[in-house]
């Protein structure tokens, strides 16, 4: 169809680079080379747009440093939402920061992911890149075809794998989420909304806190319907959204006081 031709020109792009690759790699990598490609492949488009990781993890920073402000607004503005809607936008904008640009990295994978998941369910299983193999085990094999011989024991480290970045994802989540609670504690009240029968509306940030968590497992039910090739990926997007966190979420030092002549 006409409205998926953009989609099927990104699709061949990928099968193209992926079978690049995979030429590339073969001397080193041998039967394992498409595997190794679709790895290699992923870690690429992650880099590419890493540096929008970089510039979410400033923009989170900067409205950390802006909450006593935006508290002082929720406080000072709880009657008046149009008002204090218009200070925290004035806000950020004096600061330079936004409160959207953290969906930046996220909106942007969307469309990888969507070229990838295409790639891997339209592909011919018996033929080009899902009839190659890992371990033996074509990379169009899904869990649904049977575990028996090395499917088995390959799976079973693949989901481990998952289950592991899914479980450290969703504690740092949490831990986001409690911080993030800790820190607004003090506007909670003043800026609750209330109904129109004057009770207080469901708090949406703690409904996000106690779900957000529980997203990452998603992909192990993902993986448990989509081919060998689709798992790979999942577990090299995973693991590299892992370590792009741990580097850059890492606790930053404390200033250092400066000394006051005459103390």
Same mark, same amino acid.
Do not use: N
């Given at each position: 169809?006409?409205?998926?031709?953009?989609?099927?020109?990104?699709v061949?792009?990928?099968?193209? &680079?992926?079978?690049?690759?995979?030429?590339?790699?073969?001397?080193?990598?041998?039967?394992?080379?498409?595997?190794a490609a679709?790895v290699? !492949?992923?870690? &690429?488009?992650?880099?590419?747009?890493?540096?929008?990781?970089? /510039?979410?993890?400033?923009?989170?920073?900067?409205?950390?440093?802006?909450?006593?402000?935006?508290?002082?607004?929720?406080?000072? *503005?709880?009657?008046?939402p149009?008002?204090? %809607?218009?200070e925290?936008v004035?806000?950020?904008?004096?600061?330079?920061?936004?409160?959207?640009?953290?969906?930046?990295?996220?909106?942007? %994978?969307?469309?990888? !992911?969507?070229?990838? *998941?295409?790639?891997?369910?339209?592909?011919?299983?018996? +033929?080009?890149?899902?009839?190659?193999? $890992?371990?033996?085990?074509?990379?169009?094999?899904?869990? &649904?075809?049977?575990?028996?011989g @090395?499917? #088995?024991?390959? !799976?079973a480290?693949? !989901?481990?794998?998952?289950?592991?970045? &899914?479980?450290? +994802?969703?504690?740092?989540?949490?831990?986001?989420? /409690?911080? @993030?609670a800790?820190? #607004?504690?003090g506007?909670?009240a003043?800026?609750?909304?209330?109904?129109? /029968?004057?009770?207080p509306?469901?708090?949406?940030? /703690?409904?996000?806190?106690?779900?957000?968590? $529980?997203?990452?497992?998603?992909?192990l039910?993902v993986a448990?319907?989509?081919?060998?090739?689709?798992?790979?990926?999942?577990?090299?997007?995973?693991?590299?959204t892992?370590?792009?966190h741990?580097?850059?979420r890492?606790? %930053?030092?404390?200033?250092?006081?400066?000394?006051?002549?005459?103390?």
């Amino acid at each position: 169809m006409l409205a998926f031709a953009p989609l099927d020109a990104a699709v061949t792009a990928a099968s193209t &680079a992926v079978t690049a690759l995979a030429d590339l790699v073969a001397p080193l990598a041998g039967g394992a080379a498409t595997a190794a490609a679709i790895v290699l !492949f992923t870690f &690429a488009v992650r880099l590419l747009i890493s540096p929008l990781s970089w /510039a979410q993890v400033r923009g989170e920073r900067s409205r950390a440093a802006l909450a006593p402000q935006l508290r002082e607004i929720q406080r000072k *503005y709880a009657d008046d939402p149009a008002r204090m %809607q218009a200070e925290v936008v004035g806000l950020y904008r004096s600061a330079g920061a936004s409160p959207l640009a953290g969906c930046l990295p996220a909106l942007l %994978q969307a469309p990888f !992911f969507l070229v990838m *998941y295409r790639l891997f369910t339209t592909a011919d299983p018996d +033929s080009g890149l899902l009839a190659e193999r $890992l371990a033996g085990v074509p990379l169009g094999h899904h869990v &649904a075809d049977g575990l028996g011989g @090395a499917a #088995g024991p390959l !799976f079973a480290v693949l !989901f481990a794998a998952l289950l592991a970045l &899914a479980w450290w +994802s969703s504690r740092r989540m949490r831990r986001t989420a /409690a911080l @993030a609670a800790a820190a #607004g504690a003090g506007a909670a009240a003043p800026a609750k909304a209330v109904g129109r /029968a004057g009770e207080p509306q469901p708090d949406v940030a /703690a409904l996000l806190g106690r779900i957000m968590p $529980l997203l990452p497992y998603g992909t192990l039910i993902v993986a448990a319907v989509v081919p060998l090739a689709a798992v790979l990926y999942l577990v090299a997007t995973t693991a590299w959204t892992a370590l792009e966190h741990a580097v850059l979420r890492r606790p %930053q030092p404390a200033p250092l006081a400066v000394p006051v002549p005459g103390r």
